[in-house]
């Protein structure tokens, strides 16, 4: 079993910064690629960025400039710096992987259960 755990959102006034961390635990051989994705209320959840076993990256239009993720593949944690924030990036986010769980199994697409943050105006 894999377990994604998400930690890190919250509430904070347009403009600030929050830092949302994920970290993947359990029957963990390698991991894949990592994303971070956002569903407002109401809304289809979206990808807000991402990054692969070699560290190249990629983002939504509406972050670039403003977020940026990180991994750290010794601990199976992901990061998401996101400043500038704005009252339309209010939303559940959710840590996302694809994992190998043993050295000859395929990888398996695993989710956190999300962390809500919330930017007031």
């Known amino acids: 079993q894999v377990q994604l755990v998400e930690s890190g959102g919250g509430l904070v006034q347009a403009g600030g910064s929050l830092r949302l961390s994920c970290t993947a635990s359990?029957?963990?051989?390698?991991?894949?690629?990592m994303g971070w994705y956002r569903q407002a209320p109401g809304k289809q959840r979206d990808l807000v960025a991402g990054?692969?076993?070699?560290?190249?990256?990629n983002y939504a239009d509406s972050v670039k400039g403003r977020f940026t993720i990180s991994r750290d593949n010794a601990k199976n944690t992901m990061h998401l710096e996101m400043n500038s924030l704005k009252p339309e990036d209010t939303a559940v986010y959710s840590c996302?992987?694809?994992?190998?769980?043993?050295?000859?199994?395929?990888?398996?697409?695993?989710w956190g259960k999300g962390t809500l943050v919330t930017v007031s105006s």
């Open positions: 359990g029957s963990v051989f390698s991991i894949n690629s």
């Open positions: 990054v692969n076993s070699a560290g190249r990256t």
């Open positions: 996302n992987a694809m994992i190998k769980n043993t050295v000859s199994s395929g990888a398996i697409q695993y």
